[in-house]
């Protein structure tokens, strides 16, 4: 469990540097875990829709589509564990992105 903005950075980090992991080994077993834990954190602490200023925005709705995505792609994978999810992992790091993106946005006004 992340419980720290330092924590929430270093799995962040962690993230980047296990994204070539191969499936089925525990450097994927790590990055899926780092994942979800990273996902509970920001659901926590960088809740979409917090800020007045992003909710019409581009970003916003950009964000929308890819969170709408990424939860349809979780579902597919849990229920069919596919063997090659690395876009799966791809689409995560970009939405991580996006996420920050917006709150560094809404922050800047």
């Keep these: 469990m992340i419980r720290s903005e330092a924590e929430y950075q270093m799995a962040l980090d962690e993230v980047a540097g296990l994204m070539d992991a191969v499936p089925g080994t525990p450097e994927e077993a790590r990055l899926n875990k780092l ?44 229920a069919e564990r596919a063997a090659d999810d690395r876009w799966f992992t791809e689409l995560l790091e970009a939405l991580i992105a996006l996420k920050v993106a917006m ?7």
């Design 35 to 78: 994942a979800d834990e990273i996902i509970v954190y920001e659901e926590k602490h960088y809740p979409i829709g917090d800020s007045v200023a992003v909710t019409d925005t581009p970003i916003t709705a950009a964000w929308t589509r890819v969170e709408a995505a990424l939860e349809a792609a979780a579902e597919a994978l849990k």
């Design 103 to 109: 709150n560094t946005e809404a922050a800047d006004d």
